[in-house]
């Protein structure tokens, strides 16, 4: 079984440029999370979806930052412009959601794309 | 509100033992978790356990929760140089969805 895709694995961009991250869930999975993680520290949820609807995007900074999720498959993060405190690693994560839900949430995750903002 | 806290680092020998520790605030948690992430991959669920429990072993794990002192402990037994990684605590509240996440313990393997 495939695991969850991301793309880039590593970005470089100059400060105010565009960035953009894409996610692969693991096929089946309804719920699909984007969390930031910076060094040292352990990952903060940024956007939870279930199928295409974002259930809680409360920590989303969305004066910059957007993220879809067409047809509850895959999912493309954004930043615009981005700054230099946006470098970091932007993980992406998918779990079982509804009726196969297990009681606890085991969430499956990429292996990140790590950004660096100069 | 919510936190989990994590020592960041812990040194064993090879063959010893390793215990990482975490503690968490939300009473209310319904599953905690360890995750562990290698260089270069992404977090892999290790274990977890239903906060109606105190202990949990799988093979060469072995969780410990006490819920009075909000203290959740991973043991790993005769560690290997394989273990070496960064080790995640994480609580999960009422809704199962939301995790709270701890910075992680980085276990370092001394030969």
């Known amino acids: 079984e495939a695991g969850v895709v991301q793309s880039p694995r590593y970005k470089i961009i100059e400060k105010k440029q565009p960035v953009a991250f894409w996610c692969n869930p693991i096929?089946?999975?309804?719920?699909l999370y984007w969390y930031l993680q910076n060094l040292g520290q352990g990952p903060e949820l940024l956007i939870r979806?279930?199928?295409?609807?974002?259930?809680?995007d409360s920590q989303l900074p969305k004066d910059r930052f957007s993220a879809e999720r067409l047809k509850g498959v895959d999912s493309t993060l954004k930043i615009q412009p981005a700054e230099l405190g946006d470098s970091a690693v932007y993980l992406c994560a998918s779990s079982l959601g509804g009726s196969g839900r297990k009681p606890y949430n085991e969430q499956f995750f990429g292996p990140g794309t790590r950004l660096t903002v100069l | 509100g919510e936190d989990v806290e994590q020592s960041l680092f812990l040194s064993v020998r090879e063959g010893d033992s390793s215990v990482i520790n975490c503690t968490y605030t939300d009473s209310s948690s319904t599953y905690l978790y360890w995750y562990k992430q290698e260089p270069g991959a992404g977090l892999q669920l290790l274990t977890y356990i239903f906060s109606n429990m105190d202990m949990k072993q799988d093979q060469r794990l072995t969780v410990l929760l006490n819920k009075k002192d909000k203290h959740l402990s991973l043991r790993i037994a005769d560690t290997q140089t394989g273990d070496s990684a960064i080790y995640f605590c994480?609580?999960?509240?009422?809704?199962?969805?939301?995790?709270?996440w701890g910075a992680g313990t980085k276990l370092i393997i001394k030969p």
């Open positions: 979806y279930e199928n295409e609807e974002a259930v809680d």
């Open positions: 994480a609580e999960s509240l009422d809704s199962n969805y939301q995790l709270i």
């Open positions: 096929s089946g999975h309804n719920t």
